[in-house]
């Protein structure tokens, strides 16, 4: 086994779609840098330590007969390991961690193939396979596998990685056996897009039919109404037919990442034109402006179009890294940049917000607001990140999401290059090659040195994202026109490269104010501050001394200023021009008749931050979209 | 045992209170009497037919030996049978079910007193009183006790009356045995409430003691952490430290009305203070304007404070119910006229909303808005009311409020006689009596005439609600002076009342525009529609063809009209002023720079309908806060 790009999602050379995988090496110095270093360092050791002191080693520990105990956590608390592990592999450091883990789960397997520590304890054997609708022991499957898939493509020659392809393939030959028949499916998605890159690993044809077939059964009432109806786990319509997205959306998100991949490596154009019209579906109402997903805390859903609360927003953290893992396989399938532009815009604020600035606590749901006098008090939306939940899904899932960040930079076709997230690192395609390096999302400036090339021409491609009306280029120095070499979301740039070609691309990053359809009433008569690809927030440490932030009002009339300093809790603030409101309390309703509810009030600046990072101070409130002030008569 | 007052909540003599009930007859031809009459004739025959149906009665009849097969339902299925049983009992109708289940409690009862199909079941046996965290056993055993108290205030000398009373003083004296000196208490509180009636009936002092020990033992964390946290059940911090209302909605309403009734016949003035300091924090910032209680879906909670989203209310029917019987209290506690604003607000809105025009289908959530597209396929938030729920304890309980509304209307003190509610009906206190009628909330004129009466002069209170700003009066035919002799929300009228005085009172009901606190995002640049006490609602039945309701905008500049016309859905509706917005559809998020989303749109005149009809044609959408249009340049 031996595989040039380590990273998910590589489709096999017989897929269809319009652009490949390149490999990347992320380097010090830019945010992403930082991330995984902070990844490395922070958070992979702190899921493993949180492994052991939640007992999730144990669980399987005690199938093996090295432990004792009650079994703890979820019935698929081994998924929690198989990310963790995941995570380990693409990061290529808990070395030890892996070793030891990759042995265990070898001695915990089933003769037969079967590993799944809730079911293999004898007081749940019985119900072994007997409850698919809520047993997630494919979803278990899945994640295994896809801890796998990264052994296998990150350090096939280990020990550790080869134990651990095994056991996924036995447990994988077992489902082939068991199900390749079958019209049962599990009620979580995620064994789909495992088998599928099972199959990509090893060409073993068997798991790509098994996760068409899944992808194909569900949708025909098979699971039964469950707690939350067929809905939930999008049972209730063969997926070719559906129109919208719906249910839970972690659930659906997985289940659209595996129809990419089937639909890739079968050549269904059908399939994949069925996941670009539920894509669309969930872009044009059911998106939250930092790329979250799922308006609803109760069944963890999507909600009715345009019903986007910012205060009871779930956008699950594992939610957002499905819909990045989802868009980079519409990207690679269309090579259209919305998909770019949409990682861009999750990863920098959906996704990047879960995480403390230490690396090690955690949002599981990602609100846009949190209220004076909020409850914290529960873990299903705590007023500040925690260091682990009940239900962990999400800390692993960010491990090993932000270990395998290099796999979705870049991409190249017949025509060339394609760089589609800007952090500093290097660039391989064959002979071809070159480093990125910038501070972006801070700078503007992207600057791309060509390392190594042949004699052919070739188009670099830079992707200019929606946002951004304002594009410089210079090209080894010289101003270069810009905007007109822009084709499709991408500046195009075809030449001979030679080593040294040294291209300086700038994306305009002003503030801007941002509104939303005039659908979402939520945010009706409020505006949101953006620069470049980050959301800002206003947050509760940041207001003058004796102002409760809900009583604070943007100031659209005034300019907005961006602030760049290397102190504090952000590099780039936003200064924010704003009316504060008299505290004095109005009834809770009143006749639109009377006065007005005070004037514009005071005029102040204060401070926005980059949403991401909010809740690293002490706890209190926050807002992405800000009310607007009444323009003063 | 023989009372006057033949309803729920008749405090002792020795209580401390300001007012006391009043004997009424609701007499047809008003809207309380439309209720009343739909009530006994459609919604109590329906909740007889779905105990049999959904096996509430056969899981009784298992304990005696006379059903077979499995427990059905949740573990307090009993309670439907109670709450239908105390409808029963106050409606003076369903005689035969009335004495089947009086005879099938006391057949089914353990000799001990103990009564309660789920854990009378050999399989839950063990756990019988070891789960009192959401085992619901003494919420069970309240609403029996409060059967028996309806049974013995409505039909003493009847031999079903005295069979239930009998059972429920037997469990009620199991309670105190048991728990007379427990520090433990019920995860549901309801039997509080109970207990205190109870002890109203009885005179039973242990019965009341017993209330208050379970009062002040929650609060103290002996329920544990459970799914949602203590708070879910109030048992985060005692209540007489409490300043903000917390938790399960109906958990809360339904403590704090058994906190009143403790403190009333207690003389316990801190309880009734520590009652209307929560009240105030409620009302103030977690009231919908329909009276509903609820902002999430999740836990049946409050939410945090101002967060009050339309789509997502929950505002549970039992909620409103539950406040609707807190008032109450809390009016004949303190003779404050805003408990009877209240009284009126919720019982026009929020639980006149949660039954359909038949009367036999019902919400159990019941939204403010409901969107295009809206999902309405799981019972948790349906499109149209349900025959019933899995979860069924709302029907009975609007059925056991309907028939006791009489309760609701007329109190009377050393001063006289004080008239709360508007329908027509009877008001008699010992040797004075009189007549009300009116067509109110329809119509504006109440009229009422002095059937008899005594030499003493004395005082007739008729409440000025406080959204009418234009009361007229006129006595005996003669205009008389009106707002001056309104003294603390009362018009006061003193003088030696003879048979056959009329007078007649004119309370002005423009159609009124009506806004929220600004801090209130969910609907801010909207405003509802009010008209007297009913809350008015657009429903996309009445749009123009082709519109889309989430398109159409309030022309606050132009005049609201009202329609009186007897035919249709509503005896009332409004004309009202709109813009209809391009359905051309802006993208979900843009540059508040941009032109701003389309002009006003055409002008149109729509028809809105009192929001507690809503939902009795086809389903669709439907909005209580209209956005308001930007007014054109």
């Not at 036995?170 to 056996?177: C, I, P, S, T, Y």
């Not at 399939?271 to 109760?298: E, K, M, N, P």
């Not at 529960?378 to 899932?397: F, G, I, K, V």
């Amino acid at each position: 086994m031996s595989f040039e790009v380590k990273s998910p999602v590589v489709p096999t050379a017989g897929a269809i779609g319009r652009l490949r995988p390149l490999p990347v090496t992320i380097t010090p110095g830019g945010l992403f840098g930082e991330w995984q270093r902070r990844n490395a360092e922070a958070t992979l050791p702190h899921c493993v330590e949180q492994l052991d002191a939640y007992g999730n080693l144990a669980n399987l520990r005690r199938v093996t007969g090295d432990a004792g105990g009650e079994f703890r956590g979820f019935w698929f608390a081994d998924t929690d390991v198989h990310k963790t592990l995941e995570a380990a592999f693409w990061s290529g450091t808990a070395q030890p961690f892996a070793e030891e883990t990759a042995a265990l789960l070898e001695k915990a397997q089933d003769p037969d193939g079967y590993l799944d520590s809730y079911y293999q304890d004898p007081a749940n054997r019985p119900q072994q396979w007997n409850e698919l609708h809520f047993s997630h022991e494919m979803y278990t499957a899945g994640h295994l596998i896809q801890a796998a898939v990264a052994a296998a493509r990150s350090a096939p020659e280990s020990v550790a990685a080869q134990q651990v392809v095994s056991v996924a393939r036995r447990f994988a030959d077992l489902l082939v056996q068991r199900y390749g028949a079958s019209t049962e499916v599990d009620g979580h998605p995620e064994v789909e897009t495992a088998l599928a890159e099972l199959y990509r690993v090893t060409g073993h044809r068997p798991y790509l039919d098994l996760a068409k077939r899944f992808v194909e059964n569900r949708g025909h009432g098979v699971l039964g109404e469950g707690r939350f109806g067929p809905r939930y786990y999008q049972d209730h319509e063969p997926l070719r037919e559906r129109t919208e997205v719906a249910g839970h959306v972690v659930r659906e998100v997985y289940l659209l990442a595996g129809a990419v991949d089937v639909a890739v490596e079968t050549g269904d154009r059908e399939l994949l034109d069925t996941v670009l019209r539920l894509w669309d579906s969930a872009l044009s109402s059911r998106t939250y402006i930092t790329g979250g997903q799922g308006s609803r805390h109760r069944d963890e859903a999507y909600g009715d179009p345009y019903e986007l609360p910012p205060d009871r927003a779930y956008a699950e953290s594992c939610a957002a890294i499905g819909n990045f893992q989802l868009a980079w396989r519409l990207l690679l399938a269309t090579g259209e940049a919305r998909f770019a532009d949409e990682m861009e815009r999750v990863l920098h604020n959906g996704i990047a917000g879960s995480t403390a600035a230490d690396g090690t606590s955690f949002f599981y749901s990602n609100p846009l607001q949190l209220r004076t006098g909020h409850d914290g008090s529960h873990e299903d939306a705590p007023s500040q990140r925690l260091t682990w939940y009940s239900c962990a899904c999400c800390p692993p899932n960010l491990a090993r999401l932000m270990a395998s960040l290099h796999a979705y930079v870049a991409t190249s076709d017949s025509s060339g290059i394609q760089i589609h997230l800007y952090g500093s690192s290097t660039v391989a395609a064959g002979s071809r090659s070159m480093t990125v390096d910038t501070r972006y999302p801070w700078d503007e400036q992207v600057t791309v040195t060509v390392e190594s090339s042949d004699d052919a021409p070739w188009t670099l491609a830079l992707r200019v994202p929606a946002w951004c009306s304002d594009v410089r280029l210079t090209i080894n120095g010289a101003p270069a026109p810009a905007r007109q070499q822009v084709r499709d979301g991408y500046l195009r740039l075809h030449r001979v490269w030679q080593p040294g070609d040294r291209v300086q691309l700038t994306l305009g990053m002003p503030a801007r104010l941002v509104t939303a359809h005039p659908r979402v009433d939520a945010v009706r008569g409020a505006a949101a501050l953006v620069r470049g690809p980050v959301v800002y927030c206003l947050e509760q440490a940041d207001m003058p001394q004796g102002t409760v932030l809900e009583d604070v009002e943007l100031d659209a009339s005034s300019p907005l200023a961006v602030a760049f300093h290397h102190t504090g809790i952000a590099p780039v603030t936003l200064r924010v021009p704003v009316r504060i409101r008299s505290a004095e309390q109005p009834p809770l309703y009143r006749d639109l008749t009377t006065a007005p509810h005070g004037p514009a009030g005071p005029a102040a600046t204060v401070t926005a931050i980059p949403y991401f990072l909010w809740a690293n101070r002490q706890p209190g409130a926050m807002r992405v979209w800000i009310p607007l002030a009444r323009q003063e008569d």
